[in-house]
């Protein structure tokens, strides 16, 4: 089955790659003047005004009142129309399906959350396009006028094309054609990615890579997750969604973060250090400018942050720099902003999901 087409008005992909860049900018960015926006691109005023015009007839881009300037014209600011769409991100657990309604930053405006009983194929993705369908009609009756652009599901497996769960052991899936079931139920277009992936692309867009070019997503749970981010791109190859972080690096004596017993505090600081070595390990030989730590077993570390960074420490050489650690609170919204995040990219037609 093809794809269902996105709407003429929102088939972002069909854009010259100008007029795509002039909307990554401003969407990551949030609003600048033209001025701004021209010199940070590399554009003449003549050329960012021919570039910028459809998008404004669109109504996918606003351009504000001038603002006042102590020297020169008045400055003009652009924006890109976070309410000219609306996109669906949905995360797929063994436990439970987290929908949510974002706007084109991914800022989540409705959620629906399920838990799941029966990981049977059919039954979970019936039970998605159930809350998909939840989600769809109460946008409508706010704003009938708003389209859903499309679907980003993401999944802990290996995934084929953007359509195709090819094995996700958590769930007990091997081969199920996942975007056809989907867009069969729903009539939405629908991309398939890896949870990972996805949430490490929306740090790229929307959190650490809006200063770092270089870092790394760390989650530790049920499982223990690694992705790179090198020059504003996720690397990714055929082993993504394989679970490359085995217990042969973690460790024999890697603690249980999968949030199913509780540790106390001492086992905490003890966890808190053992991450820290692990992070400390993928630092050596990533380099990256920033780390973020997610997943079930980052509350575990809230409170311990001087034992993570002492196992760090352990690891790293006694004269390199500090790491950025960032810590990010766990909740599977948040890995369903990821998910819509892919979307949009899939959308505009750039990034790694662009082309799977």
Known sequence: MNTPSVPERLALDTLPPSARRV??????????PRTQLAERLGLSAASLT?????????KLMLQGAPVPSEVGRPAIPLSVNLTSFALIGLSITHETLVAIATDARATVL?????????????????????????????????NPALPIAGVGVNIGAQ?????????APFLGWENVRAADRLEELTGLPVLIVHDLTSLAEAENWFGAGLEASRFIVVTVGIGTG???????????????????????????????LSGASPLSAEESAQAARKVGRLVGTAAAFTMP??????????????GNEEELDAGIAEIRHVSASGLD????????????????????????????????
């Open 23 to 32: 909307y990554l900018e401003l969407l990551r960015y949030g609003p600048l």
């Open 50 to 58: 021919r570039v910028t015009a459809p998008l404004v007839d669109a």
């Open 110 to 142: 409705d959620s629906r959350t399920l838990s799941l009983t029966d990981l049977r194929p059919n039954t979970v993705l019936r039970e998605a396009g159930t809350l998909i369908g939840e989600l769809r009609d109460a946008l409508a009756a706010k």
């Open 159 to 167: 995934i084929d094309g953007g359509r195709v769960v090819r094995e």
């Open 226 to 256: 690694f992705a790179l981010v090198m020059d504003g791109r996720v690397i990714t190859d055929e082993n993504t969604g394989f679970g490359t972080i085995t217990d042969a690096i973690r460790g024999a004596d890697w603690p249980d």
């Open 289 to 302: 400018q920033a780390v973020v730590i997610s997943g079930e077993g980052a509350r575990f570390l809230a």
């Open 325 to 356: 650690i960032q810590l990010r609170e766990h909740d599977f919204a948040f890995w369903a902003r990821g998910a819509a995040t892919a979307a949009i990219q899939w959308i505009l037609g750039v990034g790694e999901v662009a082309t799977r």
